[in-house]
């Protein structure tokens, strides 16, 4: 593989990291990892859709006119969540009712259009199906690492909710159910952020 393609997979996963590094898609980041399961869910569904649409509208881009990009970009991301909303609806229909509104909401997600403007919109397919899968990569790690933390630590279990639930420290361990509820999504990210950018500033990452 070309090391620009492992640059535009790297670039998403760590440079621009939507959560860790450019602070994007905050409404599902806090609104849905209380469990792994979903973090991990939406996660998947928004790189199942950056990928598609970023390759879609980076083959189309010298078709589009520009004075109506940004509608066909959404036209085209809405078709893609349209279908991920069918898929999870007929396969997992639990995971479906848990992600609730935010799978549509997907459309306008800043992190899904905004690499349509940035980057399909002007590149290549091949480093835009790259750069897709690295954003997605980025975003799902972001959203499985805080859900992770928050089950863990406001629940005790992992993977709660599936057929896998385990206890992670015991059924003797006292939970902080606050980390569960919406106001411990803030503290659980606010650390996580805190952390991600003393790692960063080690690696020296800019």
Same mark, same amino acid.
């Given at each position: 593989m070309s090391n620009i393609y492992l640059q535009d997979i790297s670039r998403g996963i760590i440079k621009e990291n939507p959560v860790f590094r450019l602070v994007l898609g905050m409404c599902p980041t806090l609104a849905i990892t209380a469990l792994f399961r979903n973090g991990l869910g939406m996660g998947l569904s928004a790189a199942a859709v950056l990928i598609c649409s970023n390759v879609v509208i980076s083959s189309l881009r010298r *078709?589009?006119?520009?004075?109506?990009?940004?509608?066909?970009?959404?036209? #085209? !991301? &809405?078709?893609?969540v349209t279908i991920i909303d069918m898929i999870l609806k007929a396969f997992q229909p639990a995971l479906y009712e848990a992600l609730g509104? *935010?799978?549509?909401? !997907?459309?306008?997600?800043c992190i899904i259009l905004g690499r349509a403007e940035a980057f399909a919109g002007k590149k290549p397919v091949l480093r835009s199906l790259f750069d897709g899968i690295g954003i997605g990569i980025g975003?799902? @790690? $972001?959203?499985?690492? @805080? $859900?992770? #933390?928050?089950?863990i630590i406001g629940s005790g279990t992992i993977l709660q909710e599936t057929p896998? #639930?385990?206890?992670? *420290?015991?059924? &003797?361990?006292?939970?902080?159910? #606050? !980390? &569960?509820q919406p106001a411990g999504a803030f503290i659980v990210l606010g650390l996580l952020l805190a952390l991600a950018n003393v790692i960063f500033k080690r690696l020296n990452v800019n």
């Open positions: *078709f589009i006119p520009d004075r109506v990009r940004i509608p066909c970009y959404i036209v #085209v !991301i &809405a078709t893609f509104v *935010f799978i549509p909401l !997907i459309v306008v997600n975003f799902t @790690l $972001s959203l499985v690492i @805080l $859900s992770a #933390v928050r089950e896998y #639930v385990a206890h992670v *420290f015991g059924t &003797a361990f006292e939970p902080m159910a #606050v !980390i &569960a």
